[in-house]
């Protein structure tokens, strides 16, 4: 991996680089390193699914959506 290394006067830096106050004013070194090209691996996202065999998975019945009856409402308090 190739990199530059350099002693500089640290005003060289003003507007690159919010140095803090104890390196202000005096001499630096400067390190300049190739960035690494981080991807993160995709995670296989598993699926998991009970009861039923991977890809065949029943329709929901139309009646799935109907509202509940007014009985089993006042049984959940809502």
């Given at each position: 991996m190739?990199?530059?290394?350099?002693?500089?006067?640290?005003?060289?830096?003003?507007?690159?680089?919010?140095?803090?106050?104890?390196?202000?004013?005096r001499?630096?070194?400067?390190i300049?390193?190739?960035?690494e090209?981080?991807?993160?691996?995709?995670?296989?996202?598993?699926e998991?699914?009970?009861?039923?065999?991977?890809?065949?998975?029943?329709?929901?019945?139309?009646?799935?959506?109907?509202?509940?009856?007014?009985?089993?409402l006042?049984?959940?308090?809502?």
């Amino acid at each position: 991996m190739e990199c530059v290394h350099q002693t500089i006067g640290s005003a060289a830096l003003d507007g690159i680089i919010d140095l803090p106050p104890n390196l202000r004013n005096r001499k630096v070194q400067v390190i300049v390193l190739p960035a690494e090209s981080y991807t993160p691996k995709q995670e296989s996202k598993r699926e998991i699914q009970f009861g039923f065999l991977k890809g065949v998975v029943p329709p929901l019945p139309d009646s799935f959506f109907d509202p509940l009856p007014e009985e089993e409402l006042q049984t959940w308090g809502l």
